[in-house]
């Protein structure tokens, strides 16, 4: 059975975050709320050090990976780019050398950030999953240890801004959360617990890459294809089984967006805030526009993570350059 962290863990791990990075605020913006005819928060994860929510975890991670391994040589990872900023920024902070494994095509401005935060960058695989393969076996031949897309400490670190904005609004009654590798929405999940809240927490996944929401469904891990163009974060084949347990398991549902409604979300997010989302990003506000009507969002208090704003200037634009309906 998959534990969540315990509050004391999350204390310890939100000392650790709170080292390097103030809290991120929380905001209600009008024009967001006229879009959606309710109140909704949006917690800006956009305005961390690297841009995105994944480097609280990648600080806690490599905090007790130096505890448990002090003389570890070096790690290595695979990822989209948001997970890969978190693991270099962290591993430049202790002095650890850091490998980084991305698909071809990967996008161009979160590659060079990678590299500007020290990390070695080895691009393998048309997927992230081809990639993942291939650091595991970079680790096992070079002596490296492997970061996985999942695991407590990479939870703990990441509800830090959970229990940020649960502590800010303790009355809301629905978030969402998009889900990558799931350690995002279990982080909301373990904050949820340990508060006592009874907040909705459905999570959202990528109509483009449905593996999370089809293993919801069945009661079983199902993969499935990964073709979002916008959605990178979520561009998940096949589902890690610990946090798959934990989404089955406290999930109150998991939907599905399309790369035009991420796209129309990003335009919105601009307008009515003047803040940049990538499509992972603004996936959390694309669900909250399809349920607009839905009695989990019409009339309610709705929390809403903008987890990232990465996204390459050449696709920004395109996106943007679109009439917002």
């Known amino acids: 059975m998959t534990l969540l962290p315990t509050r004391a863990e999350l204390d310890a791990a939100a000392t650790i975050v709170y080292g390097a990075m103030p809290a991120t605020p929380q ?5 967001l709320n006229e879009a959606l005819g309710t109140d909704a928060w949006v917690k800006h994860e956009n305005h961390t050090p690297t841009g995105a929510f994944k480097v609280r975890g990648g600080l806690v991670y490599l905090a007790g990976l130096l505890k448990r391994e002090p003389g570890v040589s070096g790690i290595i990872s695979a990822t989209r780019g948001n997970h890969g900023q978190s693991l270099a920024f962290a591993a430049r902070r202790h002095g650890v050398k850091v490998t980084i494994v991305v698909p071809h095509g990967n ?15 080895i691009e393998f695989g048309d997927d992230f999953q081809a990639s993942r393969e291939y650091a595991l076996s970079l680790a096992r031949k070079q002596g490296l240890h492997m970061v996985p ?4 400490d990479l939870v703990a670190g990441v509800a830090s801004y959970w229990m940020e904005l649960f502590h800010a609004q303790p009355a809301l009654d629905t978030v969402f959360v998009p889900i990558g590798m799931g350690s995002g929405f279990a982080a909301a999940i373990a904050a949820r617990e340990a508060l006592g809240l009874r907040t909705r927490v459905i999570g959202v996944v990528s109509s483009h890459a449905p593996a999370y929401l089809e293993s919801f469904r069945s009661g079983e891990l199902r993969e499935a294809p990964a073709t979002t163009e916008l959605a990178d974060g979520m561009a998940c084949r096949t589902p890690d089984r610990e946090s798959l347990e934990v989404v089955r398991r406290y999930a109150d549902d998991v939907i599905e967006v399309s790369d035009e409604e991420v796209a129309r979300a990003i335009r919105l997010y601009y ?7 990538e499509g ?3 996936a959390a506000l694309a669900a909250a526009l399809r349920l607009k009507h839905d009695a989990r969002v019409a009339g309610c208090r709705v929390g809403l993570p903008l987890t990232g704003a990465n996204v390459d200037a ?3 634009m395109r996106v943007l350059s679109e009439v917002l309906p």
């Open 149 to 152: 897309s999942y695991h407590q």
């Open 280 to 282: 992972a990003g603004a």
């Open 107 to 121: 996008s161009v401005e979160k590659n060079a950030a990678m590299r500007g935060l020290g990390a070695d960058l």
């Open 27 to 31: 905001f209600s913006w009008p024009l």
């Open 271 to 277: 307008r009515a805030t003047h803040n940049l989302a």
């Open 314 to 316: 050449e696709k920004i």
